[in-house]
């Protein structure tokens, strides 16, 4: 089973939509293997987004994502990178489509709720950034089988 990273942003917790993230995520068959509180680090945030160093919105991004509490979880399920960016809808919430959660909450490039992991190597990269292994549960879902063919 393929594993991404999701995170809820500042805005996402703020608003009071962490829940509808996970339930979203939860409704599709997805099982959460990993999920916790914390304020990122100046740090982290850093490297957590080193592919936007040279970026003018770089220092603008990394103040935004440190500015208050995210959720952060591992996510795990048959193709889960694709599907959930799918579920997370374009970077640009105004032009996000209608039912994904950026589409249905968000307006603004800056402040688009929701992060998620944009191919199985990043969400390698991101899930070792944030989860310690032993913080990862391996567990069987009895519904499954009303999930998965096979
Ligand atoms: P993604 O989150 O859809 O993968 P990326 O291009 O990887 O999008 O950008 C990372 C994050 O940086 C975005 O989710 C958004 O919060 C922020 N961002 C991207 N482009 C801009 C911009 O032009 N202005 C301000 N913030 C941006
Ligand atoms: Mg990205």
């Known amino acids: 089973m ?5 995170m809820v942003k500042p805005d996402g917790v703020q608003r009071g939509l962490a829940g509808e993230i996970i339930s979203r995520l939860e409704r599709k068959g997805l099982k959460l293997v990993a999920m916790k509180m914390l304020r990122i ?6 490297e957590h987004y080193a592919e936007h160093k040279a970026k003018p919105f770089f220092s603008s991004l990394v103040a935004y994502i440190t500015s208050a509490p995210v959720v952060a979880m591992v996510v795990e399920g048959k193709n889960a990178v694709k599907v959930v960016r799918k579920l997370v809808g ?61």
């Open 2 to 6: 393929e594993r991404t990273f999701v």
């Open 41 to 46: 680090s100046k740090e982290l945030a850093e």
């Open 90 to 150: 374009a970077t640009n919430p105004a032009e996000a489509e209608p039912g994904t959660i950026r589409g249905d909450f968000g307006l603004d490039l800056g402040r688009n709720v929701v992060h998620a992991s944009d191919s199985i190597a990043s969400a390698e990269r991101e899930i070792k950034l944030f989860f310690r292994e032993e913080e990862i549960l391996s567990y069987r879902r009895e519904n499954d089988v009303w999930v998965y063919e096979k």
